[in-house]
RNA sequence: GUGGGUAUAGCGUAGCUGGUUAACGCGUCAGUUUGUGGCACUGAAGACCAUCGGUUCGAAUCCGAUUACCCACCCCA
């Protein structure tokens, strides 16, 4: 075992018994999506790295610090560390504003890396469920869009998660925002964090979000970004609180929330849990109006969320959502001798072309073994087939549950006659609920 | 990048202040009479006690380094 090649740090395996939970989410999600109108997105994992710095940023810590990047043959390509920029270089290069009707909707489930420090609900390679909208800069697409993921967790059962929204502004009402945050945190300077000092020129909205306390008790009446809207990101905040209100959703308005990608815009939001542990915001999003014309496409407002499907299972554990479990065998067929051995594969064969999930020994186990197997696989029904059953054509076919025992011939009418009794065993369970 | 904790079979753990063949539960495999599972019982396989170095007559046990993992800061999903 010392010598075996390990798995990197910061990554994990998803075991077949483990699955179930990731097919529950990536479905659940995909399936509401696609109510919405989404259709899926397919990109590659890795993109040109002036894609990420130009669109998310260049000062962000994602780029700056935590990007998968190879260089090789004059080109410098990096691992995905998030799916936006993907999805719309996608929509620009295959000239979808151009084809299909707009609003466009778009998701995707992919895996994304980041090269940060790993920690409960973070690691290098983690999953996300996306969902794009592009062309609307209407305020009811906001409300849509924080609807879908707010109708996907709902679906997925989770409890107790918090909508928090706010607005951040257009670039033309930030640039007088950070003038006055600027003059505001301007005399406290020396006392802030190192961190801060350097994000007063940078990136002032960031101040907001440190948690040191210094920085927090001088940052407590410092401007906040939604008393400086203009008049236009005012409206579209009034009139998406009046779409959400009305369509029921819950919120609470954050205005401490600073998204740490620089191509948001207006509208930003997440939901957050506190059942896993620091890393509480199991999705996260917001309008990014200007993030299509810096990729060279005429301006086009556009939106998007994505979940972390990490955290989202993580927080089901936790509350004890159910997951769809994936279905177990439906028939084992024992064997003795080599004439049975031979019958047994056809007869497997011939159920699973019908569709059933039937397994027979490969192991060479005696029948009380093969039934001891039969039963760990959890299987619904068996037949031990052997030389009795060959010369008279005819098993007992077992229901492992209640024990009962129906004769049947193992000919080609087998399959036909199992799927009766098999049908009529379902319905029964459905009706005990 | 910064801080704290942990490191024993596939998994979860025990191993007292250093002393002969490292223990237990789960899981796996095989049996408990000849052809039938779930329970119970018996047995087996499976660990150079993370790695390297040091202290010692002797180390899983003490010390140091490395690595990995966990948690938090940061950041984000």
Request: hydrophobic fraction near 35%.
């Amino acid at each position: 075992m010392s010598n075996m090649i390990k798995k990197v740090n910061g990554v994990k395996d998803v075991l077949p018994s483990e699955v179930y939970k990731w097919h529950t989410v990536e479905r659940v999600a995909a399936r509401t999506a696609e109510v919405y109108g989404f259709g899926e997105l397919r990109i590659p994992t890795f993109e040109n790295t002036q894609l990420f710095v130009r669109s998310v940023g260049e000062t962000t810590d994602v780029v700056q610090k935590e990007m998968f990047t190879v260089t090789g043959r004059n080109s410098s390509y990096t691992l995905r560390p998030e799916g936006t920029a993907g999805a719309m270089r996608a929509v620009l290069e295959n000239g979808m504003l151009q084809s299909d009707p707009l609003p466009l909707k778009l998701f995707y489930t992919i895996s994304c890396f980041r090269n940060e420090r790993v920690q409960a609900g973070r690691l290098k390679e983690f999953h996300q469920f996306g969902a794009e909208m592009v062309g609307s800069a209407s305020p009811a697409a906001d409300a849509q869009m924080i609807s879908l993921a707010d109708n996907i967790i709902r679906r997925l059962g989770l409890k107790d998660i918090e909508l928090h929204i706010n607005s951040i502004g257009c670039p033309k009402c930030r640039s007088e925002y950070y003038k006055g945050l600027r003059t505001f945190f301007e005399p406290h300077k020396d006392e802030l964090c190192d961190t801060c000092r350097e994000r007063l020129e940078k990136n002032p909205m960031r101040l907001l979000d440190c948690k040191s306390e210094i920085c927090r008790e001088i940052g407590k009446d410092a401007p906040l970004a939604i008393d400086h809207l203009c008049s236009e990101c005012a409206e579209h905040f009034e009139k998406l609180k009046g779409y959400l209100d009305k369509m029921g959703i819950k919120y609470m308005i954050d205005p401490k929330i600073v998204r740490g990608l620089d191509y948001y815009t207006r509208t930003v939001f997440e939901f957050i849990t506190t059942s896993i542990g620091a890393q509480g915001t199991v999705c996260g999003g917001g309008r990014y109006d200007g993030l299509l014309e810096e990729m060279g496409g005429a301006p086009t407002p556009a939106l998007g969320f994505a979940m972390g499907l990490e955290r989202i299972i993580m927080t089901m554990e936790n509350q004890g959502c159910e997951f769809m479990h994936t279905p177990s065998c439906d028939i084992y067929i024992g064997t003795m001798g080599d004439a049975a051995k031979e019958r047994a594969l056809i007869l497997t064969e011939s159920l699973r072309s019908e569709g059933y999930h039937a397994e027979c020994d490969l192991m060479d186990r005696g029948v009380r073994a093969q039934m001891k197997y039969a039963d760990k696989l959890g299987a619904a029904f068996s037949v031990i087939i052997g030389d009795n059953e060959i010369n008279t054509g005819k098993a007992v076919l077992k229901n492992m549950m209640s024990g009962e025992q129906t004769e049947l011939l193992i000919d080609d009418t087998f399959s036909e006659k199992f799927g009766d009794i098999h049908t009529a065993h379902m319905f029964e369970l459905e009706s005990l609920g």
